[in-house]
């Protein structure tokens, strides 16, 4: 799987939050990655949104009203 970019989020302490921003190098290789959702990593439950769905819930929030 390509990875193009990773972007750990940092609180103002510069302390991970706990999530990233992942960029793969094909949507293909993303769906892929989203298929591991639920299963553990170093200890920790695997999650994933992707940032296009996120975008579809508020345009059908913003119809809605």
């Known amino acids: 799987r390509q ?9 103002e302490n510069e302390r991970p939050r ?3 921003h992942v960029e793969f190098g094909t949507g293909e290789e993303a769906l892929k990655a989203m298929e591991m959702a639920g299963q553990a990593l ?11 769905a996120e975008e579809t819930q508020e345009e059908t929030e913003a119809a809605e009203e």
């Open 3 to 11: 990875i193009n970019a990773v972007i750990i989020a940092l609180d």
């Open 18 to 20: 706990g999530f990233a």
């Open 42 to 52: 170093d200890g920790r439950e695997l999650d994933f949104t992707s940032p296009r």
